[in-house]
């Protein structure tokens, strides 16, 4: 079983930059490819970006070369690094674990989720 707590979301103006992590509990987590997933008022929820065990990631469209999602392992947490954030980047967003170390891309494939955290960018 794997839990998982995300801290770093609050209120930041367009341009500014936010930290996100992600601290995970149980001895497979440092073994499983984890993700980033948000979800705005009134939208599905939308992959962001995942990192697989061995540290090969991948990003949404939306925010190539704005995020970067990294791990340590050693302390069981993940990262996201927000820069140039834009309005249109408010959403709730939520760490997810998956059972194994290969990443993907779609929410159905994570099995462990965190309780989410606000992210609001003012314009």
């Known amino acids: 079983q794997v839990q998982l707590v995300e801290s770093g979301g609050g209120l930041v103006q367009a341009g500014d930059s936010l930290r996100l992590s992600c601290a995970a509990s149980?001895?497979?987590?440092?073994?499983?490819?984890m993700g980033w997933f948000r979800q705005a008022p009134g939208k599905e929820r939308e992959f962001v970006a995942t990192?697989?065990?061995?540290?090969?990631?991948t990003y949404a469209d939306s925010v190539k070369g704005r995020f970067t999602i990294s791990r340590d392992n050693a302390k069981n947490t993940i990262y996201l690094q927000m820069s140039s954030l834009k309005p249109a980047d408010t959403a709730v967003y939520y760490c997810?674990?998956?059972?194994?170390?290969?990443?993907?891309?779609?929410?159905?494939?994570?099995?462990?989720w965190g309780q989410g955290t606000q992210v609001t960018v003012s314009s």
């Open positions: 997810a674990g998956r059972a194994g170390p290969q990443s993907s891309v779609q929410s159905h494939g994570y099995v462990y």
């Open positions: 990192i697989t065990w061995s540290y090969i990631t």
């Open positions: 149980g001895s497979a987590a440092s073994r499983s490819a």
